[in-house]
């Protein structure tokens, strides 16, 4: 799919153009918006929803820090080792995955990425996901992350559909040390395919099926932020 990076607000295009390629390879093409959190406020409660198969688990809030606060290849790891295989799980796990990930201002170290992929990259993901680690040399990433990290305070998520081998879920993070213009605190999202057949969750593919404007009137906000 082609990857097209959408604004509402300033263009950082040099940026950018760097993460876009990250999050194209790493996350299948996946489109990861920025924009400015109305009013600078939480996300909202969510609306009632039916996902493809009803969650035995619908009580139970996802925890936003699932692994450990560090954003850390061993925190995705631990995650991975930790997350139940529900829905809830997904969620938590795909939160982790994407916090690791980052922004066009904060992009994971070079050495990690091989390490995270090769223990999370399920057997039969896309071409983009498979095929990262042979293309992150190309991408220009430093040993350390640099700049502002992606937070599950006042994130949330949303099931958006779940069956006996996989659950695709949306995943709404802000940055609460970047802000538009007018002050609000900007926000990040994507949509992650996650697999369980194998017994562990695995990434499988990623999309942008999700904007960030939806999100935040539907998302379930996590029980815990990091």
């Known amino acids: 799919m082609s990857f097209e990076p959408q604004f509402r607000y300033r263009r950082r295009w040099v940026r950018w153009i760097v993460a876009g390629i990250l999050v194209l390879a790493l996350a299948a093409g996946a489109l990861t918006w920025l924009q400015g959190r109305r009013d600078g406020a939480a996300a909202p409660s ?3 929803t039916t996902s493809t198969t009803a ?21 995705v790891l631990t995650a991975q080792q930790q997350a139940q295989l529900d829905d ?42 498979a095929g990262m680690a042979d293309r992150v040399e190309e991408l220009g ?8 990290p992606s937070s599950t305070k006042g994130g949330g998520y949303y099931i958006e559909s779940s069956n006996e081998d996989e659950v695709v879920v949306s995943v709404l993070l802000t940055i609460p040390e970047m802000k538009d213009e007018a002050g609000n605190v900007m926000a990040t999202a994507t949509t992650f395919t996650l697999d369980r057949s194998s017994g562990e969750w695995q990434l499988e593919d990623n999309s942008a099926d999700r904007q960030i404007s939806d999100l935040e009137e539907i998302a379930q906000p996590f029980s815990g932020g990091c």
């Not at 969650?55 to 925190?75: D, E, K």
């Not at 990433?141 to 502002?148: A, K, W």
């Open 46 to 48: 969510p609306t009632t």
């Open 88 to 129: 809830v799980g997904a969620a938590e796990f795909a939160a982790t995955v994407y916090r690791w990930l980052g922004s066009d201002e904060s992009l994971p170290p070079a050495d990690e990425v091989p390490v995270v992929l090769g223990a999370i990259t399920a057997p039969d993901a896309t071409e983009t996901v």
């Open 141 to 148: 990433l430093t040993d350390e992350r640099q700049g502002p």
């Open 55 to 75: 969650s035995p688990t619908a009580a139970r809030v996802a925890n936003g820090c699932l692994g450990g606060s560090a954003i850390t290849a061993q925190t």
